[in-house]
């Protein structure tokens, strides 16, 4: 069987997860991940702000899920460059990655090389795209005419913000979408969108001009992974198909196929989501075309990094239950 090309879009944990489970089919397959700009919060944010770099949050997950790890040696980088500082007076809270990256950027003269020269490092099986080049911030209209800018504001649910509704995404400055991002897409063999925070992480991507219109003439299927919970400030009160028609209203195309967990989440981690007001996603997919259920629920216990000041999800989808159902799809 010929190399198969998947593009993953998105950023965060959800990019992490399924990039982890699909490098396991190499070389079989050639993978790219596409990651959003828009990350403005964390050690991230900080670093933005200090260096004036793009966000590298999102490209440091991307590396290290498809970091070789066949040795002690190669599993000790991996855990270097997913390395958070809990003390120290200015380190507290960074990931050594997230400098990594910067000082390389510093030192080589552009986010590509030293993207590129990360990737070297830890023996990367694929390539992680930023979707643009440019500087960005989200801008989120809510349904009272109120905006937020800052994807940091957006994810945290700003204050009276946490039950609205947020009827329009845009970003600040206008930018478009890179040539390999572009290139990626088109010659792809599989689009997955997701799992992530519908607004903050996944349509963040489609949100950079050019990047709907590249979607839709893709030729690849586009396949979209429902979230397992609601997320208070974004998606409060949204059931699957609510998720499903904002991806189809953002990029002018429907996904060909949505898959979506089957499992009985934890009912002591779903108790511990409600005391922040998130439900698990209603699914009401029965009817939908191209609809997949299936057991996609991680199982192992999910444990926070000491500094890390970022709000994390306890409930996840797992790697390699969501690899082997994605990979059928090619």
Excluded at 178 to 193: F, G, N
Aim: proline content about 4%; glycine content about 10%.
């Amino acid at each position: 069987m010929s190399e198969k090309k998947i593009v993953v879009i998105g950023g965060g944990t959800g990019t992490h997860t399924v990039l982890q489970g699909l490098k396991r089919y190499q070389p079989a397959v050639q993978l790219s991940a596409i990651v959003t700009m828009a990350d403005s919060g964390g050690s991230t944010g900080r670093l933005r702000d200090e260096f004036g770099t793009l966000p590298v949050g999102d490209v440091r997950m991307a590396l290290t899920a498809l970091a070789r790890e066949s040795s002690e040696h190669e599993q000790l980088l991996r855990k270097l460059f997913m390395y958070r500082f809990n003390r120290g007076e200015g380190l507290s809270g960074h990931s050594f990655g997230n400098l990594l990256l910067v000082a390389l950027r510093d030192i080589l003269g552009s986010e590509d090389a030293a993207i590129a020269a990360a990737a070297e490092v830890l023996q990367v099986a694929g390539t992680v795209i930023p979707i643009t080049t440019t500087p960005i911030n989200l801008v989120a209209t809510y349904d009272d005419g109120v905006q937020v800018t800052g994807e940091h504001h957006i994810d945290d649910g700003v204050g009276d913000r946490a039950q609205s509704r947020i009827t329009a995404l845009s970003i600040t400055p206008t930018a478009i979408l890179s040539p390999r991002a572009a290139t990626a897409i088109s010659e792809a063999d599989l689009i997955v969108l997701g799992p992530g925070d519908l607004y903050t992480s996944v349509l963040a991507n489609c949100v950079v001009d050019g990047a709907a219109a590249a979607l839709r003439a893709a030729a690849a299927p586009l396949v979209y992974v429902v979230n397992l919970m609601t997320r208070v400030g974004q998606t409060h009160g949204f059931t699957a198909s609510d998720h499903l028609d904002e991806i189809t209203r953002y990029i002018g195309r429907r996904p060909e196929y949505i898959l979506y967990n089957s499992t009985p989440l934890p009912a002591d981690l779903v108790a511990k989501y409600g005391l922040e007001n998130e439900y698990p996603v209603a699914i009401n997919l029965a009817d939908i075309p191209g609809a997949i259920s299936g057991d996609f629920l991680a199982t192992d216990e999910v444990v926070t990094q000491s500094g890390d000041v970022v709000r994390r999800s306890f409930i996840r989808h797992d790697s390699d239950k969501l690899a082997q159902c994605l990979w059928s799809l090619v």
